[in-house]
Structure formats: structure tokens, C-alpha cells
């Protein structure tokens, strides 16, 4: 049917007729042309003397674009004035160009897209291109495919404009590429995948998912993105709804690709014929020069079609000469091929051009040298100066006889005196006056950064190495060189080593680009070692290019990475310290301190150790120094160590010979040193370290600082250690004396003399007490194992007795010291006043009960004592820590007490000797009874309600592992509990979540540390995560390792947040 | 002066064919034992043939001589005794079987690769790796990968040439059946321009990675321009330089040939960690001078692509042009196009019943002549010519035979 086609071709026209809208992002988002940039929008600058919003426009222009929306952020003014004073104002043209200023908080493309769609101004399919494009690519064409292909098919928004090239251009970036997956046939865009130059990318990743539909599909690594698309109007609305798109290929194509909701499709315009490129940075600013002055940019060239309205005369050899008869060159002097020459320019004798832009109205004196130069306007080269491979802006007047070495951006204004001697890779621009600078700051925000980036310049001029780069008389400063130090929050794209392969006249051969593969995955341990040869061999590769060449002795490239783990740890540090102050100030539990450590190592990377370190750290300098009175000394320590010391084996793991060698090291280091034995002491009083680890820290090496260079450092690890060696030799008198005669008057005599074994007697008070309450919790059936038990305590029972009229109130006393935290201050303060009578006995009470209870065989005394004293016992015990209990309880208790011994005994000693997880978690009940006995006192008060919870409590505690935590020695001295401690227990368990001992150790159970179930949850997140933060540390993907930071600070965020809710109910709930 | 005396040796000195007869475990039932007896794959009949005789017509037809048939030990009378019989006899004249036996049990398969460790002290030259399910086309000779092998080796140090071919696509009209399991194909990367294997996926790679298929960037970078293809199989015919054996030599844990060593074989060619590592053991030719020249007039050969195309006619000191390689140590890839002629593995169910009712729609059947089994066949028995009937075989009254193949011997009806 003829007619009808032709009907609908015609109806084809119209449509096409309809106005061809473009939209401009004339801001580059990025830094990398500064300093040439501060002072005016990228769009701005030159090439080949035609500004590139000019080229821009020209290239639309071509298209048959009628309607130009131009997005400036910043300078808009300076933009708006140059569309304005620009040939493409005139009416004649029919060009109607709109400047749109959007708002400075615009930081991406994504951001000018969501502009765009606010305002509405799109109404049809249009073309969006940068505002640094030089091309002759006939978009048009790509319009009516573009349109075609929506006739059809709908979800076909965009269509992208790529240039085949082949892998290594000069217009192809090396440092931002991609590669493009498209199906063969229909050039659908499958999958886009960014590659960044470096670090090199190892392996592209194509989603096997998109083979089931397109079976031949072919990988292109040889396009150059030309940064055409043409949209349609969906575009700007998908990037509305998608807030976090920023980058219109990694973010917006990256996104709707992998979209499974969307259904959207991307295609690509492969375009055989033309020429399209962005300058999107020097480099390429230097290739695409190249370009047009090689006319491939036909018919966009200096002699026909000059975007600045220009005329230029083509002379034979790519030379390019103003018309109208203002250049003026000597006789003598030598113009290469390649070169333009703006009007108004003096060029002197012998001066030497080579492949060279040169601006209106310069003044190139005699016997210059530039090579691959380009040269603004009305620039002043002096005498005898050599120029190569950069770019020198307007109105600069460079000395005499001067070098300026290969890849400096010199800005605009800069005026180098004699015999200037610029480095490679110099970036120098004017200094601005005091005034000026302020003027600025108000002016834009926006500029800050950029301003303090300069301020910093500023302030490191005044040295006398500058004045020799920049020469006498010169108002230059000399901007920094080298990554800069928030280098880690940049996108990777702009980070130094990446940016350097997007640098003018960097070849950047000291970096190691290629990524030479792996061996295949069935040998494993092979690809392992090459990948490490490899990256050795690339470190070594740097290292030497920074001892050799001048390009990269800005580059510490050899201390990339242990830059980056230092950085990490001091982040690591300062972020545990905080929070750590925090916890302390706030009063946390020790769980939800720990909690938070947990992730933050996750988050930072970092191994066990730097948090342990941290964590000793922190609590020895929180310690306060009492002068002169060892007892208020020792209280604090006891407080803050019992408070807090349970920590350092909850960070995750549990090496109580790394804590003292760490503790050791700390105090060596710190002001604290004379407290090391005491806190030493201290720890060893609540369990976190062991009497046998005392001495395997003892034996190591390191213990001894061997190996230390630093003499007042080794000198005070060397005290440490003697204390040490004072506490073992302690540890084995009391062993032999406890093996003659088993009776605690000999050990008496020699104690009160050592604090530490003072403080270790207090310890095994302490304890006597935690584990009798723990050991009457549990209830057991079986009774046989009684009498045996009975029958051989029987006789140090009566000890028991003896022992006990000494320390009645010491057991109240010690964890009600110890534990007692901020928040339930109010409550402890009542246990304070007792606590203060009951240290003035504790000291020499203390030494008594300490030969007791180190030794098994005679702290198994008061342990197991027939039903009746054992009855009696309890009651002396809990009547001084909680006066109310109700004595018809004692009863229960003691049976209870009575059948659990038998059932406790074995599982504790068993596990204490054999199974590391039990004596991990033998932490566990220090934190738990303590809260119990500080809310006994209030607890005990509301005995109904205990009562209802005493059953399921009991049942909890039956379970083995709570028993199998407590360490064996003092394990065993057993003076039985009133369940109404238990109680009180349960009731902890619904305030405090982690510091609940949880009888099963399931999958949940990590250190060694029971959690409930939300709490696990968290956990086992955090468990997975960890592994991923392994294994990005270990590829060292900077990539994955910013990710993971970044993921677990919110995930940081979102514990806080459940903590505090979890803090909240709990206050409700009292 | 004898003039057909001497082509023959040199011809014979070029290349063995190394054939590999398995057990078939995927054309069980067609392959266990019946009985005592075992049930060679390699002599399983397709169209009345038997399976072996497609590869070695083949492997003849483009003027190999020597053969290396490899069967399992139990199979090896069965198997020895077609090779001797006397339609084997003249319709390969030519062909030197050397028939070999491995220790292997159905359950207890032995890698290809191993095969081939055992047996390369009888592999002297460069070599042809055939397996005896694979029946090629009449469109796809097997001097057409010899040649591109021939030329690749000589011109830039290729080391092997793989065959590929591109499955039909699924034919709707038939009914799926419950045995039937569509062989699975691979992924594989390969570079058209130059006809180079570039990546295999394996299956060892889909199971670290369902999701993605990681493809190194210096092969990309190698070969900016690739092709990704989900649809081809591997037909496992492998032409190799001999020093390939060498190198399996030093990688003692590969098992097969096709999922594991081939795509390993792919590798060096971009990686040049690997390259220096293996290359001197590769050894590819030297000798590439002389005949450069005369190869790169050569219509055969399409030429490698290179990495820096020059757009721009200005030199510029900032890019440097990739470095001219000695030896690729390429593997070449010979891609089989559907469209130009049906070819499969009989290597399952599927594929052996669609290549019996392939080779049925070629030919058009009529009854034998010879009388005597002419006879057998009644008369009133009706046979279509999509069929093929045995000889000696007797067919009754008032059959029926549509679309089928009846072999020798059998008695039909009545």
C-alpha cells in the first residue's frame, strides 16, 4: 500500500520537524584543569582558540539542534556573558540558546538531570552532551535511529554515541574507560562496565544472566565514549526517582542495566564515521588540540568553520596562521607543523615552535623553545625560555631565560621571574591579595575547598625553594603536588595515580597499568603466589620510578598502601577512643561497648590486636592516679578494671597473654607505669588473665623487650616485666607453701608485704563470691554425687566457718566496688557506704582468704560444705549484701546449692583444662552477677514478683555452660545463694541483654559470648561482613575496602540506634 | 623417480590423529553391558554404521595416516576386531590404527587429560585430538582446521586450534521427550577477526561465580573487540603443537581436556606472567621469517588485529605502540555455523536420535538389490524411503516401516 506508507513517512517528517532540543552540562564536576580553572568555568577555556562551549555549540549546531538549554554552575556569569557576546546569539542563526544557573549544591550530573526534570523544560527526546565536546559526528542521524527505535520499542530511553578506536588512543582516557557489552545485532547496550587506569582493574565482570536472552554478544573494549546521548524525556524523571544516581554512565546506565523493575533498555550508536571527543582533561585537551589541528575534526577546523570566528590560513604541514596580516614572525625563528598561531602575535627570532597553540596577542621573545605547548592569549614568553607539554593560561608572563618542564598548568596572571625553573607537573597560579581572597569566601561557598586547597598553597610559599622554582619578582604560588590528603574520600576516578594518566605529558610508565592475570582458578595455590609476585613486583616498580625519575618523586607510590593502613589505624584509633569515651561517659554496658568495637573493626580492617591496644589503653589512662595512698590506688584501679575490664576479652577474642604483653607495652609507654603490677593484679582478680598466662607472657621474648631499640622504652618493659617476675616467684611460694601445709597462716605472714598478691587475694574474694552465686543458681537432680562430695569437704568445712567471721562484709563489698557502674550509681551509692567499712578490713582480711582460695585443694574447702553450715554460710554472706533477704529462702537454697555442687563440679574443671570456648566464656559471669548484686538491694524488695521468674531462672542456670564458665579454682567455693539473687538475675536479662549468660552455646555464641537472638542477628551480620572486609583487604580493592567503610558506619549507626532504643525500654521498664 | 612414494611420508610425519572411544554413560542403556558383553560406544551404530567410522572417514579424507584409537580395556576386542574386519579394512585403507587399551571402569572413568599424559611417549608429532562421537558435516572438512592451524603455527606461533560449533537452534516442531537433556553448551570468548579462542567458561568458574563471568582485562585489552557467544559447542576436535604435551606434563591436576586444559591452553596468549612462564616450554616455531612474507599473501590468513589502530596520521611520542610479539601462542578457534550444516556429538541420548533422524532425511532409501536380501523382505510390506533396513533382514507381511532405521539381521514381523 503505497499510499499509506507514504503517508506515514510523511507523518515521519513531522515528527522530526518538531524542535531538537539539547541539553548542555557545562560544568566538569570535577578539579582536574586547576589552576586554570579557578577564575573561570572549564566550558571557557581555549582549544585551539575557540573556547570549548563554542566547539560545543558548533558541534550541536551541526546536528541541526534548534534549542540549547546550557546547565553552568559555576561562574554562571561568565558563561551567560559568553553565550551572549558568542556568534550564536545572533537571531540569524535560529539557535536559541537558555543558560540555566542551578544551584551550587549541585556536585554531579545526576544532580543537574533532577534540575532539569524540576524545571520541565523537556519536551521531547532530546540530545545530552557536555560542555566540553569537539565533534563532527552527525547527531542527527543518531536522533532519527534513535526515534526509530522508540516507534518500536518503547523502554529504548537513551541511545549513547560511541567512537570504535581500539584499546590504546590518544582521545581514549586511560585513567576513565569502559567497557561496553552490546549485543551484536541490535547494538542493545547489555552491561557497562567502568574501568579505572589505576589501580588497574583485574577482571570484567559480565553477568552470565544476559547470555540466556542474547546467546552472540560482543565485548567492546575499543569505544571511546563520546559523551552524546540521545534522551528521552524519561531520563531526567528516572534520575528524580533514583536520588543517588550521580554519574550518568557508573550511576544512571550502570542502574537501569541491572535494574530488574525498570525494563528499560540502553543502546548504543556506534559511529563509524566522524570524530567525537570530550576534553576531559589535560591529556585529552592535548590530544583532542592534536586533533582538529590534523583536521580530523573536518569540517570543524581552524581555517573553515572556527567556532570562535576566527580566520586562519592553512599552510602546507598543519600550520595555521591568523589572517590579516597581525602575526608577526621573525625572520629567523622556526614554526613546526602542527601549530596555530592567533592573531596580534609576535613571535622574535630563533624562536623555535613545534606542535604548538599559541593565543591572540602574545609576545614569544627571542630564542624560545615550545614544544606541544598551548599558549592563551596575550601571553608574555621571555627571552630564552623552554617550554614543553603544558599549558600556559592568559595573560601570564613568563621570565627570561626560564624552564618549565613537562605536563605545568600555569594559570591565568601568573607572571615567573628570571630564570624560572618549574618541575614537571608544576601547577602554579597568582597569588591572590588578602582582600580578594576574603571577597571570594563570601562569594561562593562552593569554592571552599578549592580555597582551602589554595590557602594551604599559600601558607608553605615563604621558603626559598619556591623562589628558585618561580623565580625572583613572581606572584606565584606553587600548589601542592601529589595525592592529597582526603585522597580517600575522592571517587577513585579522581584520585592522583589515576589522575596522573589524565595529566598532559605524563606517560605515567612508572605505574603499573596491566593487570597480568592470574593463573586459572583450578590451581589456586599458583594464582595466589603470582598475584602476590605481582603485586610486589608492581610496588617495586613504583618504588624504583620514585628513587629514579623527577615525574614521580611527588609520588610516594611505594607508601600508597601503608599510607592508607596507617591512615586507617589513626582513623581506627580515634574512632575507639571516642567511643570509648562515650561508653565511659554514658555509662554503657560492657556488651554494648563491645558491640560497637566489633564493628568498627569490621569497618575499619584492622586486627585484633590494634583493638586491644586501644582498649588497654583506653582503661589504664582512665585510671586515676592517687599520690601517695596505695589503698585509694588500688580501689581505683579495682573499679575501673572491674568495670571496664571485662572489655578487652569481649572485643571479638580472647588472649589474655597478648592483653598483659599489650597492657605491658602500654604502661611502658604511658605515666602509669608504676601501676602495672596492679592492674595486672587487678585483671587477674576478675578473671581476665590467668596465673598460667601470667607466665607465658613471662617466657616470651617479648615480654623481656628483647629486640627493643629505644632505651627508656625498653628500660620500662623491662620493669613491667619484673613485676611480673615478683608476681610468679609469688605464685610459686604460695604453691609450694600450699603443697607443706595446706593452712593459710604460713602464706599470712609473707602476703600483706606484696600488693600484688594482696590484690590477688582480693580477686579470689571476689570471686568466691561471683561463683557462689553462680553455683547456687543451678539445680540438680541428681544427688548421688553428694556424699562423695560432702564427705570430702567435710573436713574444711570448719575452715569455711573460720574463714567466714573475717570477711563478712568484704564479699558484699568487692564486686558492689568493682561493678558498680554510672547508671545505677543512685542504687550503689547505699552500697558505697558499706563498701567503704568493708575495704578498711578487706586489706588484712584479704590475705587470709587469698591462701584459700589459690590453691584447689584448699579453696574447695568452704566450697562444699554438709547441707546444714552450708545453710548457715549463705545466710552470713547475703545478709551482709542484702540485709532483706527473706531467710526462708535458705533452705531452698541450700539444697539447691547442695545438688548443684555435685553437677557443677565436673563440666567446670573439664572445660576450664580442655575447651578453649569455656574458658572464653568464662568472662561472662563477672558482668552478670555483679548487676544482679547491685539490684539485689532493691530487688529483693519486690520478692512476688521474683518468685514468679525464680523457676525459669533456675531451669537457665542448670544448663552447664554458666558453671563450666566459672574458673575452676574458684570454682569450687561454694557458700550457697538464696535464689532471690537469681531472680534478680532474670530481671537483668530483660534490661540488659548481653550481659546474659545464654546456656546454649549455639551458633550465636561468638568470642565465646552468648547474645540473644536480635543481638546475634547483628552479629552474625557483622560476622558475615567481616569476611567481606577480608577478603577486600586482602585484594586490597580500594573500591570494596571505601565500601565497606562506608557500609559500616551505618551499620554502626544502626546498632547505636537499636542500643539506645534497647537503653530507653529498659528505663520504661523500671 | 617415484613420484607417489614421497608425498605420502611427508603427509604421514605431519600430524597423528589421537581418537578417544569413553565408555558413553550419557547413552546408557545403549552402552552397559549386555551381559558378559560389553557395549562399545564407539561401535554403536548411527544409520547402520557404526559411530566410529564418522571420525575416522574424517580424519582420512583430509590425509591423516596415523592413528591413535584409545578405548577402554574391555572394549578393546570388541573394538579391534571392527578395526581388522573387512568393511572397516577397505574403507579406510589408508589409515595405521594403533589401537590402545586403558584400565578404566565405568565408574571409575580416567581423565582425558591423564589419557593423554599416558600415552604422549607414543606422540611424537604434532597431533589431532578426535573424539569417536564427533560426526562432522560434509560442509566442515578437517583440513579446514588443519590448514588455519598450519598457517597460525607457522605465521605467529599458534598452539593449538580448536573447532566450535554453533547448536541449532531448539526445532519447536518437536515434542520433547523425557530422556532428553539438551547437551550443555559453553560460554566462550573468541575473537572473530582472528578466529582466537580467548575464554572458556568452566564449570568450575560457574561455580565460584553464578552470577558474573569474570573475564581478565588484558585479554580484553588484547582483544578489544570480542565475542561472547552462549551458543557454541565444543566439539573437542583439538589440533596442538606437540610441545602442548609438554606443558600438560607440568599441570598434573587437570582431568579433562575440554573443561579444564583447553581453557587453561587460552590463557597465556594474554597473560604474560604466564607467557614467560610457559612460553619457552611452548616453543613455538622460530622459523617465522622466511615464510612471513609469503603467509601474509596468504588468503588464509586474516591477519591479527592490531591493538593501536592509527586514526590520527599525526605521531605523537606519548603513545606507545604495543610491542610486535614473536610468537602469539594463540589458540585458534574454527566456528562451525549452524546454517551451514547439521553437526552434533553423539555423546547423548538426544543427540545420537537426532543424528540417526538426521542422516535419515539425507538419504532416501531403496531396497537392496542383491537378491538375497531382496528376498527377505516381503513384498507386501511397506517401507517408506525416510527408512533404512539392514542387510539379512527380514521383514514380514504387510510391515509397516516408516522412519526408521532397522539394522542387520533383524527379523520384523511375522
Known amino acids: 500500500m503505497p499510499p499509506k506508507s507514504s503517508s506515514s513517512k510523511e507523518k515521519d517528517l513531522t515528527d522530526e520537524d518538531e524542535v531538537l532540543q539539547a541539553v548542555i552540562l557545562a560544568d566538569s564536576f570535577n578539579k582536574r584543569f586547576k589552576p586554570l580553572t579557578s577564575g573561570k568555568p572549564r566550558c571557557l577555556l581555549p582549544v585551539c582558540n575557540a573556547t570549548l562551549l563554542d566547539w560545543t555549540f558548533e558541534s550541536l549546531a551541526l546536528a541541526g539542534v534548534q534549542e540549547i538549554f ?136 559480565i553477568p552470565r544472566e544476559i547470555l540466556a536472552e542474547h546467546p552472540e554478544i560482543e565485548i567492546r573494549n575499543d569505544l571511546i565514549d563520546c559523551g552524546i546521548d540521545v534522551c528521552s524525556v524519561e531520563v531526567p524523571s528516572l534520575f528524580q526517582d533514583n536520588f543517588d544516581y550521580g554519574d550518568i554512565r557508573r550511576d544512571f546506565v550502570h542502574g537501569v542495566l541491572t535494574s530488574d523493575l525498570l525494563m528499560k533498555s540502553i543502546h548504543c550508536y556506534v559511529a563509524r564515521e566522524g570524530y567525537a571527543a570530550r576534553v576531559a582533561d589535560t591529556r585529552s585537551y592535548d590530544s583532542v ?164 586547597e589554595l590557602e594551604e598553597a599559600e601558607a608553605r610559599q615563604d621558603s626559598e625553594s619556591i623562589t628558585a622554582i618561580i623565580g625572583e619578582g613572581s606572584n606565584a604560588i606553587v600548589w601542592p603536588k601529589g595525592p592529597r590528603a582526603d585522597e580517600e574520600d575522592l571517587d577513585e576516578v579522581e584520585r592522583y595515580n589515576n589522575q596522573r594518566l589524565m595529566r598532559i605529558g605524563d606517560p605515567a610508565s612508572d605505574l603499573p597499568l596491566e593487570y597480568e592475570g592470574t593463573e586459572s582458578d583450578s590451581d589456586a595455590s599458583e594464582r595466589e603466589s603470582d598475584e602476590s609476585d605481582l603485586e610486589m613486583h608492581a610496588l617495586s616498580r613504583i618504588s624504583s620510578a620514585t628513587s629514579t625519575s623527577a615525574i614521580s618523586t611527588s609520588t610516594p607510590g611505594l607508601n600508597i598502601h601503608t599510607l592508607h593502613d596507617a591512615a586507617a589505624y589513626s582513623e581506627f584509633q580515634a574512632e575507639v577512643t571516642q567511643s570509648l569515651d562515650r561508653a565511659f561517659a554514658e555509662g554503657h554496658s560492657v556488651d554494648n561497648a563491645a558491640v560497637e568495637l566489633k564493628t568498627l573493626r569490621m569497618a575499619s580492617n584492622v586486627p585484633l590486636r590494634k583493638v586491644r591496644e586501644a582498649v588497654v589503653a583506653s582503661i589504664v589512662e582512665r585510671i586515676e592516679v592517687v599520690e601517695g595512698d596505695a589503698a585509694a590506688q588500688r580501689r581505683e584501679i579495682s573499679k575501673m578494671v572491674g568495670r571496664w575490664g571485662p572489655l578487652i576479652d569481649k572485643i571479638g577474642g580472647v588472649d589474655p597473654v597478648e592483653t598483659i604483653e599489650v597492657l605491658q607495652y602500654h604502661c611502658a609507654k604511658s605515666a602509669r607505669l608504676p601501676l602495672f603490677g596492679q592492674i595486672l593484679a587487678a585483671l587477674y582478680q576478675d578473671d581476665i588473665v590467668e596465673e598460667d598466662d601470667i607466665r607465658a607472657w613471662h617466657a616470651r621474648p617479648e615480654a623481656k623487650g628483647e629486640g627493643l631499640k629505644d632505651t627508656s622504652f625498653a628500660e620500662n618493659v623491662k620493669r613491667c616485666w619484673l613485676v611480673g617476675t615478683k608476681m610468679i616467684e609469688q605464685f610459686n611460694e604460695q604453691e609450694s607453701s600450699e603443697e607443706e601445709s595446706g593452712e593459710e597462716d604460713s602464706d599470712e605472714e609473707e602476703q600483706p608485704s606484696k600488693k600484688p598478691a594482696a590484690a590477688t587475694a582480693q580477686a579470689a574474694v571476689g570471686k568466691k563470691e561471683e561463683s557462689s552465686e553462680e553455683e547456687s543458681s543451678s539445680g540438680d537432680d541428681e544427688s548421688g554425687e553428694d556424699d562423695s562430695q560432702d564427705s570430702e569437704d567435710d573436713a574444711p568445712a570448719t575452715k569455711a566457718a573460720t574463714a567466714a567471721p573475717s570477711q563478712p562484709s568484704k564479699p558484699a563489698s568487692t564486686p558492689a566496688s568493682t561493678k558498680e557502674s554510672e547508671e545505677e550509681e543512685s542504687e550503689g551509692s547505699e552500697e558505697e ?143 550457697a545463694r538464696p535464689p532471690a539473687t537469681i531472680t534478680t538475675q532474670t530481671e537483668s536479662v530483660a534490661t540488659i541483654p548481653a550481659a546474659v549468660p545464654r546456656p546454649r552455646p549455639g551458633p550465636d555464641v561468638v568470642g565465646g559470648q552468648p547474645l540473644r537472638p536480635q543481638q546475634a542477628a547483628w552479629r552474625r551480620h557483622s560476622i558475615h561482613f567481616g569476611d567481606k572486609v577480608l577478603k577486600s583487604g586482602t585484594t586490597t580493592g580500594e573500591k570494596a575496602r571505601r565500601v565497606v567503610t562506608t557500609a559500616g558506619r551505618q551499620m554502626k549507626k544502626g546498632i547505636l540506634t537499636i542500643l539506645r532504643r534497647n537503653e530507653r525500654e529498659k528505663q520504661s521498664t523500671r | 623417480m617415484d613420484f607417489e612414494e614421497t608425498p605420502s611420508k611427508i603427509t604421514t610425519k605431519e600430524f597423528l590423529a589421537v581418537v578417544l572411544a569413553g565408555f558413553g554413560n550419557e547413552l546408557a542403556p545403549l552402552t552397559s553391558n549386555n551381559g558378559d558383553e560389553p557395549c562399545p560406544k564407539a561401535l554403536l551404530p548411527i544409520v547402520n554404521k557404526p559411530m566410529l567410522d564418522y571420525p575416522l572417514a574424517w580424519l582420512e579424507a583430509s590425509g591423516i595416516r596415523d592413528v591413535l584409537l584409545i578405548c577402554p580395556a574391555p572394549h578393546r576386542a570388541s573394538v579391534l576386531h ?50 569417536c562421537d564427533f560426526i562432522p558435516p560434509p560442509s566442515l572438512p578437517l583440513s579446514r582446521v588443519l590448514n588455519k592451524f598450519r598457517t597460525e603455527a607457522t605465521y605467529d606461533g599458534a598452539i593449538a586450534t580448536t573447532l566450535f560449533f554453533e547448536q541449532p537452534k531448539p526445532d519447536k516442531t518437536s515434542t520433547p521427550e523425557e530422556w532428553r537433556s539438551g547437551p550443555a553448551s559453553t560460554s566462550v570468548v573468541w575473537d572473530e577477526k582472528s578466529g582466537t579462542l580467548l575464554h572458556v567458561d568452566t564449570p568450575d568458574e560457574i561455580d565460584d561465580d553464578p552470577e558474573e563471568m569474570a573475564l581478565n582485562m588484558s585479554l580484553l585489552r588484547r582483544y578489544p573487540r570480542s565475542k561472547l557467544s552462549a551458543n557454541l559447542q565444543d566439539a573437542h576436535v583439538y589440533v596442538c603443537r606437540r610441545t602442548v604435551l609438554d606443558v600438560l606434563k607440568e599441570k598434573p591436576r587437570f582431568d579433562s581436556i575440554r573443561e579444564e586444559f583447553i581453557p587453561w591452553l587460552c590463557t597465556p596468549q594474554y597473560n604474560s606472567r604466564k607467557r614467560s612462564k610457559y612460553g619457552h616450554i611452548l616453543n613455538p616455531l622460530h622459523n617465522l621469517p622466511s615464510q612471513r612474507l609469503a603467509l601474509e599473501h596468504c588468503t588464509l590468513h586474516t591477519g591479527l588485529p592490531s591493538a593501536y589502530e592509527p586514526q590520527s596520521a599525526l605521531s605523537s611520542p606519548m603513545d606507545e605502540v604495543a610491542p610486535t610479539e614473536t610468537s602469539s601462542l594463540r589458540v585458534g578457534v574454527v566456528v562451525h555455523r549452524a546454517s551451514a550444516g547439521y553437526t ?57 516401516i516408516k522412519k526408521s532405521v532397522i539394522g542387520k539381521h533383524c527379523v520384523i514381523g511375522n
Open chain 2, 82 to 131: 571392527y578395526i581388522n574386519s573387512d568393511s572397516s579394512a577397505s574403507s579406510f585403507p589408508s589409515l595405521r590404527i594403533d589401537l590402545q587399551a586403558f584400565d578404566e571402569s565405568e565408574n571409575l572413568t580416567v581423565g582425558t587429560c591423564q589419557l593423554l599424559r599416558h600415552f604422549a611417549h607414543r606422540i611424537d608429532q604434532d597431533f589431532i585430538i578426535v573424539p
Open chain 1, 833 to 975: 557506704e558499706s563498701e567503704d567499712d568493708a575495704l578498711a578490713p578487706s586489706q588484712p582480711a584479704a590475705s587470709k582468704p587469698s591462701a584459700s582460695s589459690t590453691t584447689p585443694a584448699v579453696s574447695a574447702a568452704p566450697s562444699a560444705p554438709p547441707p546444714v553450715p552450708a545453710a548457715h554460710a549463705p545466710a552470713l554472706v547475703s545478709s551482709t549484701a542484702a540485709p532483706a533477704q527473706p531467710s526462708t529462702q535458705d533452705e531452698e537454697s541450700s539444697e539447691e546449692e547442695s545438688e548443684s555442687e555435685a553437677s557443677d563440679k565436673e563440666p567446670a574443671q573439664t572445660a576450664q583444662s580442655q575447651a578453649p570456648p569455656a574458658v572464653a566464656s568464662s568472662k561472662q559471669p563477672v558482668t552478670a552477677p555483679s548487676k544482679a548484686e547491685s539490684e539485689e538491694s532493691e530487688g529483693s524488695e519486690d520478692s512476688e514478683e521474683e518468685e514468679e521468674s525464680e523457676d525459669d531462672a533456675a531451669s537457665r542456670a542448670t544448663e552447664p555452660v554458666p558453671q563450666a564458665q566459672v574458673s575452676t579454682p574458684k570454682a569450687s567455693t561454694e557458700t
Open chain 1, 289 to 452: 588540540s592534536k586533533d582538529i589541528l590534523a583536521r580530523w575534526t573536518f569540517p570543524l577546523v581552524p581555517d573553515d568553520n572556527h567556532p570562535g570566528g576566527h580566520s586562519y590560513e592553512h599552510i602546507r604541514g598543519n600550520k595555521y596562521l591568523a589572517k590579516g596580516n597581525s602575526v608577526v614572525l621573525s625572520r629567523t625563528c622556526k614554526v613546526g607543523s602542527n601549530c596555530l598561531i592567533g592573531a596580534g602575535t609576535h613571535i622574535a627570532d630563533n624562536a623555535n615552535i613545534q606542535a604548538s597553540v599559541i593565543g591572540q596577542r602574545c609576545t614569544i621573545e627571542a630564542n624560545v623553545t615550545l614544544r606541544n605547548v598551548y599558549v592563551f592569549d596575550d601571553a608574555h614568553i621571555g627571552a630564552g625560555s623552554v617550554i614543553e607539554y603544558s599549558i600556559v593560561g592568559s595573560n601570564v608572563k613568563v621570565g627570561e631565560g626560564s624552564t618549565v618542564a613537562r605536563g605545568c598548568l600555569i594559570g591565568d596572571d601568573v607572571i615567573l621571574g628570571k630564570n624560572a625553573k618549574l618541575g614537571e607537573f608544576e601547577r602554579v597560579s597568582r597569588r591572590r591579595d588578602e582582600g580578594e581572597a576574603d571577597e571570594s569566601d563570601k562569594e561562593d561557598e562552593d569554592e571552599q575547598s578549592e580555597d582551602s
Open chain 2, 344 to 400: 552434533a556429538r553423539a555423546n547423548t541420548l538426544q543427540t545420537y536420535l537426532e543424528l540417526n533422524r538426521h542422516f535419515l532425511s539425507q538419504t532416501t532409501y531403496a531396497l537392496p538389490i542383491d537378491s538375497e536380501s531382496r528376498s527377505l523382505i516381503d513384498p507386501k510390506a511397506q517401507i517408506t524411503s525416510d527408512s533404512m533396513v539392514g542387510h539379512t533382514t527380514k521383514v514380514g507381511e504387510r510391515t509397516n
Open chain 1, 70 to 205: 546550557v546547565v553552568c554552575r559555576s561562574y554562571p556569569e561568565l558563561v551567560k556573558a559568553a553565550i551572549r557576546d558568542s556568534k550564536w546569539s545572533k537571531p540569524s542563526l535560529g539557535l536559541k540558546i537558555v543558560s540555566i544557573i542551578t544551584s551550587k549544591e549541585t556536585f554531579t550530573p545526576g544532580d543537574a538531570m533532577r534540575d532539569i526534570y524540576t524545571r520541565g523544560i523537556i519536551t521531547s527526546d532530546f540530545v545530552l552532551v557536555m560542555g566540553d565536546l569537539v565533534s563532527n559526528i552527525r547527531i542527527d542521524e543518531v536522533v532519527r535511529v534513535h526515534k526509530e527505535r522508540r516507534r518500536t520499542n518503547k523502554d529504548a530511553i537513551m541511545t549513547m554515541v560511541v567512537k570504535p578506536s581500539g584499546v590504546v588512543h590518544r582521545t581514549r582516557s586511560k585513567g576513565e574507560s569502559a567497557i561496553f557489552v552490546l549485543d551484536a545485532e541490535t547494538s542493545e547496550c547489555l552491561h557497562y562496565e567502568h574501568v579505572t587506569g589505576y589501580p588497574p582493574k583485574k577482571h570484567a565482570k
